[in-house]
């Protein structure tokens, strides 16, 4: 009975490793293949007791001023403009046809009736303590999109469309 046990856990922890090394696979294809765009930030507060210094971040695509009908999960349309900076068009349930200048991000909504708003991207982006001065003047946040809609967030950007190191 404790050899099946011991070939059912070398087994399960060959199938994590394996999990854990397709997922860094993945994101590192993301990085290298996927196209840059700027999302615009909403202003948020910067800190956090239990986690340190961090941004929270909100993107002005999330916020819908008035009520619609969203479904929970699908994806966002942007349209790139000639600075790299993207700008919602439409939320899509499927897949479509895409032009140059236009790139789909995986969304899902929260469900929230009163104040919608749908989450793209990563929502918090952490850094060293005391160094939260700099990060006061992102307007953007750099998301690398590959052609399936996923996401990573690679930066922060200032005003001037310069990384902020």
Partial sequence: MTKIKSIFIVINLLLLIGYFNWSIYAKERILSEGKLVLI????????????GDYMHLNYKENTFLEKVK???RGFCLLKIDSNGIGHRIALIKDMRPLGNDEVVVKYFFDGNEY????????????????????????????????RNGNSILVGLYNKDLKLIL
């Fill in 40 to 51: 615009e930030l909403a202003p948020v507060d910067p800190r956090s007791l239990m986690q």
């Fill in 115 to 146: 104040w919608p708003s749908i989450h793209i991207g990563a929502e918090s982006y952490f850094f060293q303590e005391g160094k939260g001065k700099k990060y006061e003047a992102a307007k953007y946040g750099g998301l690398k999109i590959d």
């Fill in 70 to 72: 969203i479904p929970k």
